[in-house]
């Protein structure tokens, strides 16, 4: 008989999945480690894999994956492991604090990009990477990311310009200063192109915007890598 596996983050949110379908971990930052299991939904093609974050202290990566390897393969006589608990505060080890948002694989179809409007201040949320999120307030207001560690590696998303501006900027925050990168102006095909080593905020101006202006941001758990073009000077600008 199987042994399962189990995984919950809140009242409503839990994973489940056999420990046959286990495939590996990746200690993916200092205090991130991706549990990797073959899709449990039955939709899925072959190839297709769930992924599990758990975030962890720092450098115990090592003695965190010992733990997880003995309950799956060994460990007490349950027929299911509960690797990471955040209601209960149950974790299979003392060094794990909590568990990002699942990545979860639904179907062996090509991916569809997901398009949000904003219109009001708004949280972007570490389960929406990949998420392209359009501009649709004529007042502009402010987003908020999460923190690099909450994104993690690989996570990515991109602002687009979809309504004319009337009275104030939109502006993308950061918790801290990991904004990397800078934008192509289209405008006479300047040399000298915005750009910044440490943003904590990426603003798009008012008064300079035009429909199609976007940022794109990657993460690598560490820094936030900023791409984009708009077609006006000083249309974007960081802080």
């Given at each position: 008989?199987?042994?399962?596996?189990?995984?919950?983050?809140?009242?409503?949110?839990?994973?489940?999945?056999?420990?046959?379908?286990?495939?590996?971990?990746?200690?993916?930052?200092?205090?991130?480690?991706?549990?990797?299991?073959?899709?449990?939904?039955?939709?899925?093609?072959?190839?297709?894999?769930?992924?599990?974050?758990?975030?962890?202290?720092?450098?115990?990566?090592?003695?965190?994956?010992?733990?997880?390897?003995?309950?799956?393969?060994?460990?007490?006589?349950?027929?299911?492991?509960?690797?990471?608990?955040?209601?209960?505060?149950?974790?299979?080890?003392?060094?794990?604090?909590?568990?990002?948002?699942?990545?979860?694989?639904?179907?062996?179809?090509?991916?569809?990009?997901?398009?949000?409007?904003?219109?009001?201040?708004?949280?972007?949320?570490?389960?929406?990477?990949?998420?392209?999120?359009?501009?649709?307030?004529?007042?502009?207001?402010?987003?908020?990311?999460?923190?690099?560690?909450?994104?993690?590696?690989?996570?990515?998303?991109?602002?687009?310009?979809?309504?004319?501006?009337?009275?104030?900027?939109?502006?993308?925050?950061?918790?801290?200063?990991?904004?990397?990168?800078?934008?192509?102006?289209?405008?006479?095909?300047?040399?000298?192109?915005?750009?910044?080593?440490?943003?904590?905020?990426?603003?798009?101006?008012?008064?300079a915007e035009t429909l199609g202006d976007f940022v794109e941001l990657e993460c690598d758990g560490t820094k936030v890598y900023i791409n984009g073009a708009a077609t006006a000077d000083a249309a974007i600008s960081f802080a």
């Amino acid at each position: 008989m199987s042994k399962y596996i189990y995984i919950k983050t809140a009242d409503n949110s839990a994973y489940m999945n056999t420990a046959d379908n286990f495939r590996g971990a990746v200690h993916s930052t200092d205090l991130a480690i991706d549990l990797y299991f073959e899709a449990a939904s039955s939709v899925t093609g072959g190839g297709s894999y769930d992924k599990i974050t758990l975030v962890t202290n720092s450098n115990k990566e090592q003695e965190i994956m010992e733990s997880i390897a003995a309950a799956l393969t060994g460990g007490p006589a349950k027929s299911m492991v509960v690797i990471a608990d955040d209601v209960a505060s149950d974790y299979v080890n003392a060094n794990i604090t909590g568990v990002n948002a699942f990545s979860l694989a639904t179907s062996s179809a090509p991916k569809v990009i997901p398009f949000v409007s904003i219109t009001d201040t708004y949280e972007v949320l570490p389960a929406q990477t990949g998420t392209s999120f359009v501009l649709d307030g004529a007042a502009g207001k402010v987003i908020t990311m999460p923190s690099a560690a909450l994104m993690g590696s690989g996570f990515n998303c991109k602002f687009i310009v979809g309504t004319a501006f009337d009275t104030t900027d939109w502006v993308v925050t950061f918790t801290a200063a990991i904004g990397e990168g800078g934008i192509y102006e289209r405008v006479n095909d300047e040399v000298s192109d915005p750009s910044t080593t440490g943003a904590t905020t990426i603003t798009f101006e008012l008064g300079a915007e035009t429909l199609g202006d976007f940022v794109e941001l990657e993460c690598d758990g560490t820094k936030v890598y900023i791409n984009g073009a708009a077609t006006a000077d000083a249309a974007i600008s960081f802080a």
